[in-house]
């Protein structure tokens, strides 16, 4: 706006933002001239000096000043001037940074020009708001803010006034605000404002998406999802530890593996309720598929194979389809929680249209729809507002929910508060029932068809897991037969979450990976999920997954014979130094006779690793020791788990390892396990063949944790057949 300011500043964009809190004084200006701040400047401040004492228009100046060299230091001004000095932040540098320039010593720092603008404008200190210091030949500011008031002042004792009414004030103006879930005080509950054009038009549209749009990238050896620390071997699910995963349920971290947040006590009921309402596969081709392949001798990853690719789009097409219709009908509701029993559904039942309730009602009583909304009632969370939505549409239209509505209600509800907070896209919205009908199968099909029926799963009624089972027990049953106790529970869930993810680069990841990235996720309506699982399930084996069942058969050979009645009494009686000392002896024995005849491949010690920390003398695997101390923590013995540490110890004792070498994550899982089926095993309730299959299935109930952010990070995010290896890469063996 023309007026009577000069402006000389060392930042480029202070010129325009100077002049603009100038308007809401109602300055206006004649020049803006940038200097740069360099080594070499581009205009020197003496060489702007001399312009503004002969240009008739300037009656003032605004000098925007940093620190680093002396061009300012010998002006000498004939016309008002408000200097800004800023960056005594930067006498803490020892680089340059930005404007920094050549370095600012101890005298052309901050502080030594302030001295200087002080002296030139006859004031013994800088310029604020609370304490206004100024005269007839300026000011000092050190914040740009103050500008304006400075420059009223200076100028009303020169007895001149503002070029025009002020325009506008320094209030902040937020074109974007969010506080979606959060109860804020007034002070803080900042609105929006219009924006200018075009950015008005670019923001509306954006404020009307749901959920995130991330780009598309080559995902090969990469995840948004997991990581792994090179250094701790420790891996992070969406920010989460696997150690602090293991504290957490198998439902709550399905849950976070999808929508990257743990749910709420209503979301982790309606998981459970959907999630249980799906594992009884009584009568279904999926049972049937798995049971055969187990028959015929496959492994339990196989088996599951052959219910999981049974899991197809058109399978969860009517789910997916009511998920839209809710989107659609509570897009624009202003409904923030969809927990929240007082929410107003009332206008949304009201605007719903014929078409949409047909995607959403039957005509007769659905008895899965039923079964599902009985457990939410018996959970407490029949109230929350997607319920009532569904259950008053029904009510107003003369229908009846159907099983895909009510499982969509449950997933809209998870994915609700993410989809705002633009931590998810609607693709995995889209995708959320056919994950939860997936990981339901996955525990359902490890069931073998005796053990279910037509409302009963492991022997229990299927109404009863949906009303008030979590699905973490409800995991257990199909794998142990029985419903754990609170200390049983834990240590399944231990299980599960310490073996949920190891990182983008394990071969089970890499499989779920490729074959997203098979599929094309660039369109990602065209992603088979039930395909992604296959190739998890496919890419795990007796090696990586299956080995945890090494450990228990070693672990039982060194205790097989011996009283041991109850692993976890640590009054048991029995030396576990000695036994370890016995077995340490033995094998390094056995090790020389077959390195002797030119035997290289002779028995490994399953779980026992090679040294983590080069140069240490005690190796430790820390996931290893927060499980121990956290078992301990809670007055937990494991005699298995102890044996291992005497074992390490025995074997650098004895010569066999120059170092203590680590109990690595899979013997925990092996010694948790056979903790929890030794004394179903001694008294030959079960036999090894048992524990192996129990150790694998644990193996992949876990996994599908992982497997399930992967598939999802990849769809969202990945490249079409973005995991190949370039043929440069590769080589041919002969």
């Known amino acids: 706006m023309p007026g009577t300011v000069a402006i000389y500043s060392n930042s480029g964009n202070f010129t325009t933002t100077i002049a603009v809190y100038l308007l809401t004084a109602g300055w206006g200006t004649t020049v803006s001239l940038s200097s740069g701040k360099d080594v070499y400047i581009h205009f020197a401040a003496a060489e702007f000096t001399n312009a503004f004492h002969h240009d008739r228009r300037s009656h003032a100046a605004v000098m925007y000043i940093e620190p680093g060299g002396y061009y300012e230091r010998d002006l000498v001004f004939e016309k008002p001037v408000i200097a800004c000095i800023v960056g005594r932040w930067k006498d803490r540098l020892t680089k340059a940074c930005g404007h920094a320039g050549a370095i600012a010593g101890s005298g052309d720092n901050a502080a030594a020009k302030e001295r200087w603008f002080m002296e030139k404008c006859g004031v013994d200190a800088v310029y604020t708001a609370e304490h206004p210091v100024f005269s007839a030949k300026g000011a000092v500011v050190t914040n740009i803010a103050d500008i304006p008031s400075a420059m009223t002042a200076v100028m009303a004792l020169n007895r001149r006034q503002p070029d025009f009414a002020p325009i506008g004030d320094l209030s902040m103006k ?42 598309r990238e080559v995902m090969k050896d990469a995840s948004g999802a997991s990581m792994m620390d090179p250094e701790t071997q420790i891996t992070r699910l969406h920010g989460v530890s696997i150690l602090d995963l293991a504290t957490r349920t198998y439902e709550d971290n399905l849950v976070l593996a999808l929508v990257r947040e743990y749910p709420d006590d209503s979301g982790q009921a309606l998981a459970n309720v959907a999630l249980n309402a799906y594992v009884n596969l009584h009568g279904t081709p999926m049972l049937a598929a798995a049971h055969a392949a187990r028959e015929a001798g496959s492994s339990p990853n196989t088996a599951l194979c052959g219910a999981v690719a049974l899991i197809g789009p058109k399978l969860v097409e009517g789910a997916g389809t009511a998920v839209q219709t809710l989107l659609d009908v509570l897009r624009q509701s202003g409904i923030t929680d969809l ?37 939410a009632r018996a959970r407490g969370v029949v109230e929350t507002a997607i319920l009532r939505y569904l259950t008053g549409l029904a009510a107003a239209q003369g229908g009846h929910p159907s099983a895909d509505a009510v499982l969509a209600a449950i997933c809209l509800h998870l994915a609700w508060r993410p989809l705002l907070h633009k931590r998810i896209s609607v693709t995995t919205l889209a995708n959320l029932p056919w994950h939860l009908r997936v990981a339901a199968t996955l525990v359902g099909a490890s069931v073998s068809p005796a053990r279910q029926g037509a409302d009963q799963f492991g022997g229990v009624p299927v109404q009863s897991l949906i009303d008030g089972w979590s699905f973490t027990e409800t995991a257990y049953l199909a794998l142990l037969g029985c419903r754990p106790d609170a200390d049983g529970r834990f240590a399944f869930s231990v299980l599960l979450g310490l073996t949920a993810s190891n990182g983008p680069g394990t071969i089970s990841a890499q499989g779920a990976k490729g074959a997203v990235s098979a599929d094309g996720p660039e369109m990602p309506e065209r992603v088979q999920i039930n395909k992604g699982y296959l190739g998890f399930l496919s890419h795990t084996g007796f090696a990586h997954g299956g080995n945890g069942f090494e450990a228990m058969q070693f672990l039982i050979a060194r205790f097989r014979g011996r009283t041991l009645a109850d692993p976890g009494d640590p009054h048991h009686g029995l030396d576990l130094v000695r036994i370890a000392a016995d077995y340490a002896v033995d094998f390094k024995l056995q090790k020389a006779k077959a390195k002797a005849v030119g035997n290289l491949s002779y028995a490994k010690i399953p779980c026992v690793n090679h040294p983590i920390f080069k140069g240490k003398e005690v190796n430790l695997d820390p996931r290893e ?20 540490h005497e074992l390490v110890h025995a074997l650098a004792s004895y010569g066999v390892s120059s170092n203590v070498y680590c109990v690595n994550i899979d013997a925990v899982i092996a010694v948790i396990l056979l903790k929890i089926l030794w004394r179903p095993y001694v008294a030959g309730e079960v036999d090894a063949s048992f524990l192996e299959y129990g150790a694998f299935t644990t193996f992949l109930y876990g996994r599908v944790i992982g497997t399930a952010a992967e598939i999802e990070d990849h769809t969202t995010r990945g490249r079409n057949m973005d995991t190949r290896t370039a043929a440069s890469q590769c080589r041919f063996v002969a």
Request: aromatic share 10%; with cysteine; charged share 20%.
């Open 625 to 644: 020791v927060y499980v121990r101390e956290l078992f301990q923590s809670r007055g937990s013995y494991n005699i298995f788990h102890e044996f291992y």
């Open 339 to 375: 927990a929240d029993p007082h929410a107003a559904v009332d206008a949304r039942i009201a605007a719903t249209t014929p078409e949409q309730a047909g995607t959403l009602l039957a005509a007769a009583p659905d008895p899965l729809a039923e079964a599902m909304l009985a457990g």
């Open 174 to 215: 937020c074109w974007f605000a969010d506080d979606t879930g959060l109860a804020l005080p007034s002070v803080l509950d900042v609105k929006p404002v219009p924006a200018v054009d075009p950015y008005k038009g670019q923001i509306e549209a954006v404020n009307r998406q749901l959920g995130v749009i991330p780009p």
